[in-house]
């Protein structure tokens, strides 16, 4: 069974400071995808970035870059210049390949709360 | 290009009442899943269908529970009989197909009193 562990319930950062949030993974799968996604108090999950273990290059979005380390099985989320905007909840996912049709769900964490700062 | 679309955003019942959440995914994504997430916890895999073709349920999804998409389009999620335990936000999420990333709606918010 695949699992996620998120282990900073919150997070703090001054705005247009970087900062990492953590995510390891436990799976015996040897092809996997990882994802974070970010979640406003609105609700809606908005996707942000996507690794997959085979990639060679940590994935870059825009401010957003996955801190992949395949040995040590983690996958952190760094974002550069911290907004305002970017205060919300963070999950990181693994994909599932198991079950009917190839699955494709998804595995989250617990989620870390990002607060900006002025 | 409009986004995932669900229906209610938010839904009141009283307990042992029937609830019925829409979804309308973005056009032409094959695949539709649906997760529920509770307080302070990720979302949950509940189900997932391939066009019209339910091809995994979750463990979480009692028999009380049922999901359908009838025309490959949009789908239903039922909860007969609600309990308390029920209240949790329900999310909806598409891709194109298989692999492709999934987006998510904004949920719906259930509240069995």
């Known amino acids: 069974a695949q699992k996620i562990t998120q282990t900073q319930p919150g997070m703090f950062v001054q705005e247009k400071e970087a900062v990492t949030l953590d995510c390891t993974y436990d799976?015996?799968?040897?092809?996997?995808?990882l994802f974070w996604y970010k979640q406003p108090s609105s609700g809606e999950m908005i996707f942000l970035i996507y690794?997959?273990?085979?990639?060679?290059q940590n994935a870059t979005e825009g401010r957003y870059s996955l801190n992949f380390q395949k040995a040590r099985k983690s996958a952190n989320l760094v974002i550069s210049a911290s907004q305002l905007g970017d205060s919300a909840m963070y999950f990181c996912?693994?994909?599932?390949?198991?079950?009917?049709?190839?699955?494709?769900?998804?595995?989250f964490g617990t989620g870390t709360q990002l607060k900006v700062e002025l | 290009d409009t986004g995932v679309s669900q229906n209610p955003r938010h839904k009141i019942t009283k307990r042992g009442q029937n609830v019925t959440f829409r979804c309308d995914p973005i056009s032409e994504h094959n695949r539709l899943y649906w997760y529920r997430q509770t307080l302070g916890q990720g979302p949950e895999f509940l189900t997932y269908?391939?066009?019209?073709?339910?091809?995994?349920k979750s463990r979480l999804l009692s028999d009380r529970f049922s999901a359908e998409r009838p025309k490959g389009s949009f789908s239903t999620l039922e909860i007969q009989r609600t309990e308390q335990g029920d209240s949790a936000m329900y999310l909806c999420a598409s891709s194109p197909n298989w692999l492709d990333t999934q987006y998510f709606g904004p949920g719906t918010r259930l509240t069995v009193l």
């Open positions: 799976t015996s799968d040897q092809s996997y995808g």
């Open positions: 269908f391939q066009n019209e073709a339910q091809l995994e």
């Open positions: 690794q997959g273990s085979y990639d060679e």
């Open positions: 996912a693994m994909r599932d390949y198991s079950g009917r049709g190839g699955g494709n769900k998804l595995t």
